[in-house]
C-alpha cells in the first residue's frame, strides 16, 4: 500500500457533525417540552379566564385566545425548522460520507497503481518533508513507512536527493534527471533520480515528486554497445595499420642490421653505436605495440574446456605472491572451491584476466596495502564471480568508463592496454568486467555465466 501521512481532518469534522447533530435534537426535545408545558398551562388560564369574564369582555377574551393559537402555530413552525435543519445536516453528512468513501476509493486505486510501479515514487512537501512513498521505494532504499514526515536527506545518505530537489524547484517546471551511482558489497547499481514539481488544482506547487529508477542494465548495455562500436572500427583498422606500418619497420630493421655489419668493419664512434641501438629498440618497441593493438582488435577463437575458477584464483595469486611481497602487498584470498560450480572457459585467457587484475591492482598500491581475491555464486546462480580488491588510491570521478577504452592509462609507464584486453576477454565469454569504489577499497568484478554461449565467434 502506498504510505501517505495521516490525516485526522474526516474523523474531526465527523466528530463536528455528531455533535452538532446531538444539540439540535436535544434543543428540539427542550423546546418541545418547554412549549408544550407552556402552551398547556396557558390554555388553561384562559379557559378559566373566559370563563369568569363580563359578557362585555368575551369579544377580547376571544381575540386573546386567537394569539395564543398563533403563537401555538409559530413555535410548532420553530420546531419544525429545527427538526427539518436536523435532516439537513443528517443529509450533508451523508453526502459527505459517500464523497469520502468515493475519494478513499480513489486513494485506494492510486495507491495500488503506485505500488505495483517498477519505479520508487516519492513525493515531499516545499520544505522537503516526505509525504508519502510507495513499496518500491521503501524496498530500493530498505527504508519502512516510518519515514513519512521526515526529510529527504535521511532516506538515503549516498544519495543527494534533498540537493536534486533544490535544484528542481529553482529551475521550473522542468523535470530534473540525474544517476546515482551506488556501491553494494557484490556490485555496483546505478539509481537514476527524475524530480518535477507537485501542483494542486489550482497549478499552485506544493511539493515535489521523485521516482527512482534502476537502470544498471541499461547503462552496462550503453557501456557495452559503446566498447563494441570502438571494438568493431578498431578491427579492420588494426589490419590496415599493421600491413602498412609493419612492412616498413621490418625492413627498417633489415637495413640497421646491414648498416651495423658494415660498420663493423670499421671503427665507430660511442654516439653512433649509441644511435643504432635507439633506434634498434624504438623499432622493436612499436611492433609490440602494433602486435597488442592487432591482439586487442582481431579476433581470436576460445579453446573451451570445463574450469574451476576457484582452482584458477588459489594458483594465480600463488605465483603473484613474489611480486606482492616485494610490493609490501598483503593477499588474502576467499574463495571456495567446492562451492562453486564449473564454468566453460578458455582456462588460459582467464588466467590472463586475473593476472591482468591482479597487477593493476598491485600497481594501484604504490605504498603497499591488502589485495583480496573473493569468489562466489552469483545471485541468479547462472554465473560465477570474481572480485579483485586492492585498497589503493582508487578510481579518480569521471574515468570509471573510459579505463577500459584502448590506450588509456593514468600511469606514468604501461600503454593502457591491459584493462581492454581484460575486457575484450571477458566479453568473448559472454561476460561483464566492472569496477567502482567502495569502503573496501576499488573492486574490480568479473562475471561469467556457467554455461557458455559460444560468443568467440
Known amino acids: 500500500m502506498f504510505r501517505v501521512r495521516p490525516n485526522g481532518s474526516e474523523r474531526s469534522f465527523r466528530r463536528a457533525i455528531v455533535t452538532l447533530l446531538a444539540l439540535i435534537l436535544t434543543a428540539f426535545l427542550a423546546t418541545a417540552w418547554v412549549m408544550g408545558d ?30 395564543l393559537r398563533w403563537t401555538i402555530r409559530l413555535s410548532v413552525l420553530a420546531i419544525l425548522n429545527l427538526a427539518v435543519t436536523a435532516v439537513a445536516i443528517y443529509l450533508l453528512w451523508r453526502a459527505y460520507r459517500n464523497s469520502q468513501d468515493s475519494l478513499r476509493d480513489v486513494k485506494a486505486l492510486a495507491a495500488d497503481i503506485l505500488s505495483s510501479m517498477d519505479q ?121 595499420l599493421h600491413h602498412e606500418i609493419k612492412n616498413p619497420l621490418s625492413a627498417l630493421s633489415l637495413h640497421i642490421q646491414l648498416l651495423e655489419e658494415q660498420l663493423a668493419a670499421s671503427q665507430r664512434s660511442d654516439e653512433v653505436n649509441e644511435s643504432l641501438e ?89 605504498d603497499g596495502g591488502v589485495l583480496t581475491v573473493r569468489t562466489f555464486l552469483h545471485e541468479s546462480g ?20 573510459r579505463i577500459f577504452d584502448p590506450y588509456f592509462t593514468t600511469k606514468s609507464a604501461g600503454t593502457g592496454m591491459g584493462l581492454a584486453i581484460t575486457d575484450k576477454i571477458v566479453r568473448q565469454h559472454n561476460g561483464e568486467l566492472q569496477c567502482w569504489n567502495s569502503t573496501e577499497g576499488t573492486i574490480f568484478q568479473v562475471t561469467l555465466p556457467v554455461t557458455h554461449s559460444g560468443a568467440e565467434d
Not at 515528486?209 to 544498471?216: A, E, F, K, P, W
Open 38 to 67: 407552556l402552551f398547556f398551562r396557558e390554555s388553561q388560564i384562559l379557559h378559566d379566564l373566559l370563563r369568569e369574564l363580563p359578557p362585555k369582555l368575551e369579544t377580547q377574551g376571544e381575540a386573546l385566545e386567537g394569539q
Open 120 to 240: 520508487a515514487v516519492i513525493t515531499t512537501d516545499l520544505r522537503g518533508a516526505v509525504t508519502s512513498v510507495n513499496a518500491r521505494a521503501m524496498e530500493m532504499l530498505s527504508v519502512t513507512d516510518a519515514c513519512v514526515g521526515q526529510s529527504l536527506d535521511a532516506l538515503s545518505p549516498s544519495l543527494s536527493l534533498d540537493e536534486l530537489r533544490i535544484e528542481a524547484e529553482a529551475n521550473p517546471p522542468s523535470q530534473l534527471v540525474r544517476d546515482f551511482p551506488v556501491a553494494t558489497a557484490s556490485s555496483q547499481r546505478t539509481l537514476r533520480a527524475y524530480c518535477q514539481p507537485l501542483q494542486n488544482h489550482e497549478e499552485m506547487n506544493i511539493g515535489s515528486v521523485i521516482q527512482l529508477q534502476d537502470v544498471t542494465e541499461r547503462v552496462l548495455l550503453d557501456e557495452q554497445m559503446l566498447r563494441m562500436e570502438r571494438f568493431m572500427g578498431l578491427g579492420s583498422l588494426a589490419a590496415g
Open 278 to 366: 635507439v633506434i634498434q629498440t624504438e623499432i622493436v618497441r612499436i611492433g609490440g605495440v602494433l602486435e597488442n593493438f592487432r591482439d586487442y582488435a582481431m579476433s581470436q577463437h576460445l579453446s573451451l574446456s570445463p574450469v574451476d575458477v576457484s582452482e584458477v584464483c588459489i594458483r594465480q595469486t600463488r605465483l603473484f605472491q613474489p611480486r606482492a611481497k616485494a610490493a609490501n602487498v598483503e593477499i588474502r584470498i576467499e574463495t571456495s572451491p567446492s562451492e562453486l560450480p564449473k564454468i566453460s572457459a578458455d582456462r588460459v585467457r582467464l588466467e590472463q584476466v586475473l593476472l591482468n587484475l591482479l597487477i593493476n591492482a598491485e600497481e594501484a598500491m604504490r
Open 382 to 401: 547462472s554465473a560465477v564471480v570474481i572480485q579483485v580488491i586492492d585498497t589503493g588510491i582508487g578510481i579518480p570521478e569521471g574515468m570509471q568508463t
